[in-house]
């Protein structure tokens, strides 16, 4: 399944299409010469057949969009979720309308029908949101450049088997292809008066956790930075990684929990640079810090390599988790420094795991804390506890308790203490008054 990485690199070829600005494009078509062909800034949508039934726009929804002269105006991501920002033309249409003539009034009429019919877009809507996501095996490729992935077999012909849709825009062209069909493309409306795009304002960004690559970035300025705010009460992401009873990895790769865009292979990467085990539940304040500082060095580190075109780097553990002569009864592969690597379940998910580095502690939930002001040296000390040490804590606490009930060793009776005799005497006060009031 494509990752943080690869979907960031897919969104590094769709920016090509996007339109600066219909007003330049505009001028530059002006200044031409008749003999050069210019092509149009509208973005145009093809879906060779057969057209995907499940989470798919339909034909009707492909020609409104078609006709409704949108222009690409950017390309977000969030986690493994890409957007494309869709925007009505600000210029008059008018000169295409009267090229066309009537059919362009017979064709408003028809999508004003289909408007009635109750199809979830009309064509005249100011913004649109155009979402992608990958699923297992879907990526975005243009003539240029058609990335392989792991799970398919190489093939660099373009337009990609499987292409269920083809974007065409200032005058370039990518594809989404997908052979599994486990991918989406969904068509959302925007807001109208809409001029900057955030993932506040995109339906399928707003289910998601905060995106890992910006989350950790910001972590790691902050830390850098002279200005940190103990007083903050948003919870940082080391904060929401530690104290946790669920496995790390399966918190990693819930895409609604702490962060998005992690997956299987990023998953491992981190925890094996980290030397954290993946079913390692209630981290510590310093195993979090260093998962986080991984988690940023290794999403820009891939990032950066799939742009300039070369592989990662080879101490990666990345080049030897494919190899599944691991895998049940057959744990042969080896990281770069010679340690064995097993292959096991965690978060669901097949997993690589070096057993002489990745280990795994007992832990139990030791203190909880709501703001940053309440956690003080004592009670984060007790974070790191091993169950040897909670039990030893447990058998003090009971010892001290025992010590409060003084037994006499030789009639065996129990001798009151302050407590009891106080007790005692609010129960005579009560069934005295009680008395009292049976007599009146």
């Not at 010469?33 to 210019?38: A, R």
């Not at 009460?233 to 496995?247: C, D, H, R, S, Y």
């Not at 292979?265 to 539940?281: F, G, K, T």
């Not at 042969?332 to 097949?350: A, E, P, T």
């Amino acid at each position: 399944m494509p990752e943080l990485p690869e979907v960031e690199h897919f969104r590094h070829i769709l920016l090509p299409l996007i339109v600066a600005s219909v007003a330049e494009t505009s001028a530059s078509a002006s200044t031409t010469t008749s003999t050069t062909s210019v092509s149009s800034p509208a973005v145009g949508l093809e879906c060779p057949p057969p057209l995907p039934t499940k989470r798919f726009p339909s034909q009707e929804d492909i020609d409104l969009i078609n006709d409704g002269c949108y222009v690409m105006k950017d390309v977000l991501r969030k986690g493994k979720m890409l957007c494309i920002v869709l925007q009505k033309q600000l210029h008059d249409t008018a000169s295409s309308a009267k090229k066309n003539g009537r059919g362009v009034k017979r064709k408003r009429q028809q999508h004003s029908n289909l408007a009635e019919e109750n199809i979830g877009i009309t064509g005249r809507e100011s913004t649109l949101y155009l979402s992608l996501h990958m699923g297992m095996t879907g990526r975005i490729s243009s003539p240029n450049n058609v990335p392989s992935l792991e799970s398919l077999s190489g093939n660099d012909a373009y337009p990609p088997p499987h292409t269920h849709l083809i974007i065409r825009s200032n005058g370039k062209e990518a594809a989404f292809s997908d052979p599994r069909r486990f991918g989406s493309v969904l068509v959302n409306v925007g807001d109208n008066d809409a001029t900057t795009w955030s993932s506040n304002s995109i339906p399928t960004f707003q289910d998601i956790a905060p995106d890992a690559l910006h989350l950790s970035e910001a972590h790691c300025t902050m830390l850098k930075s002279t200005t940190f705010d103990p007083d903050a009460t948003q919870p940082t992401i080391v904060e929401q990684l530690t104290n946790k009873k669920k496995g790390i990895k399966g918190l990693l790769l819930d895409q609604r929990a702490v962060v998005s865009g992690i997956g299987n292979w990023v998953a491992d990467e981190l925890l094996y640079r980290s030397c954290i085990h993946p079913d390692q539940s209630f981290l510590t304040i310093d195993e979090a810090h260093v998962l986080v500082k991984e988690m940023q060095y290794v999403l820009t580190t891939a990032i950066a390599c799939s742009k300039n075109g070369v592989d990662y780097p080879q101490e990666w553990l990345f080049h030897r988790r494919w190899r599944n002569g691991g895998g049940k009864g057959h744990d042969n592969s080896k990281d770069f420094d010679g340690k064995r690597i097993s292959f096991v379940q965690s978060g669901g998910r097949s997993t690589a795991v070096v057993p002489s580095r990745q280990k795994l502690k007992a832990r139990k939930r030791v203190c909880q804390t709501t703001t940053k002001k309440s956690i003080s040296n004592n009670e984060c000390a007790g974070a790191s506890l091993t169950n040897g040490e909670v039990h030893r804590d447990k058998k003090e606490a009971k010892a001290i308790k025992e010590s409060r009930k003084v037994i006499t060793s030789g009639s065996g009776s129990r001798k009151r203490s302050s407590s009891d005799e106080a007790s005692m005497g609010i129960e005579s006060m009560t069934s005295r008054r009680r008395s009292m009031r049976l007599k009146n």
